[in-house]
């Protein structure tokens, strides 16, 4: 960005950041790495911290929510570095070991945390948990993973009939269910599958539209017994399961490129490369729905890491002058991307 767009004014007591509006003829050029993907890096430490083994990542989002989820899972006895991008050490304690922690589990404002370790907690066979969040997901449902949890066999207590938290816990040997999902939400098809992998016997989901698939992808790159069946959304975990640590990169978030991709879209003489983004393809609709606008995207470089498809993209300034209709199977496929 050229200089005079911003400013940096430093006295005694203060800095001041201006930004100053551009004049005609700039353009955004250049290459730009974006930050880990977010649902990567939750379910790269659950996974580690219940598989045998250690396991390493790469890549990892930093922020309040990963950092729930580790605290959350150190609370729970596994050993898990502190948290940077370079490489994060898990060292797992085995499926099925979760350990009573002394204290409630805090999942701050995560609902993935929240919603997705209930899985791990309602199949941990006599062992006693409670779990929480800050103000904001404490207002939040849970009655959408509690509901199918509780028809495994699952003993859980809560606000308003379990549908907030806090939550008690008591850890129960669960029956396999074929769980029909009412909305396609990969919360509630993770929160199940996890459920699923200390259960015996095959637990299964269908949703009405197939919701993002990271799960399945990694638990399958952890050596669980994974069907997933694209014609009829569903997808099917064998347990007794065993995990073994992996070696995880995680790519850059789509949802952190969506923002570059419509700036270079729309600002006159522009090219952008955005590199390293997961292109898992239950993540992609925010490049339809640009594409159906008449945006020139191009994926580069493309390849698989750890089971993730990935790609650098490359967008190029074009008139976007074609509306969008964006509605139903599309909606899961970019619904943080919306905005």
Not at 3 to 24: D, G, H, K, M
Not at 153 to 177: C, N
Not at 190 to 196: E, M, P, R, T
Request: with cysteine; charged share 15%; aromatic share 2%.
């Amino acid at each position: 960005m050229p200089a005079n767009l911003v400013t940096l004014t430093t006295t005694e007591n203060q800095q001041t950041l201006s930004i100053n509006p551009p004049t005609s003829g700039l353009s955004l050029q250049g290459v730009i790495s974006i930050p880990g993907d977010k649902s990567i890096s939750h379910r790269a430490l659950m996974l580690g911290a219940i598989a045998s083994g250690k396991t390493t990542i790469k890549g990892l989002l930093l922020g309040e929510d990963p950092q729930s989820t580790a605290s959350c899972f150190r609370a729970l006895g596994a050993d898990i570095s502190e948290l940077n991008t370079e490489q994060v050490i898990v060292k797992g304690i085995g499926l099925g070991k979760l350990q009573e922690p002394v204290d409630v589990l805090n999942a701050g404002n995560s609902g993935t945390t929240l919603r997705l370790i209930l899985g791990l907690l309602a199949s941990a066979a006599d062992r006693f948990f409670t779990v929480t969040g800050d103000k904001s997901l404490r207002s939040r449902p849970m009655s959408r993973v509690v509901k199918p949890l509780q028809q495994m066999g699952a003993s859980i207590w809560g606000r308003e009939g379990a549908t907030l938290a806090p939550l008690a816990i008591k850890g129960s040997v669960l029956k396999p269910i074929h769980y029909h999902s009412p909305i396609a939400s990969a919360q509630v098809k993770s929160c199940i599958i996890l459920a699923g992998l200390m259960t015996e016997g095959q637990t299964t989901v269908t949703e009405p539209a197939l919701s993002r698939d990271h799960s399945e992808r990694m638990l399958k790159a952890f050596g669980a017994q994974i069907i997933t069946d694209p014609k009829t959304n569903s997808v099917t975990v064998t347990g007794p399961a065993q995990l073994q640590g992996q070696a995880v990169i995680v790519p850059g978030d789509i949802s952190s490129a969506a923002f570059w991709l419509v700036a270079g879209a729309i600002v006159p003489g522009s090219e952008l490369i955005v590199e390293n983004v997961g292109v898992n393809p239950t993540r992609t609709g925010i490049l339809e729905a640009l594409s159906m606008m008449g945006a020139d995207i191009e994926l580069l470089n493309q390849r698989v890491v750890a089971g993730e498809p990935v790609a650098d993209l490359r967008v190029r300034h074009g008139n976007l002058i074609k509306g969008c209709t964006i509605a139903g199977d599309l909606i899961p496929r970019l619904i943080d991307e919306i905005p």
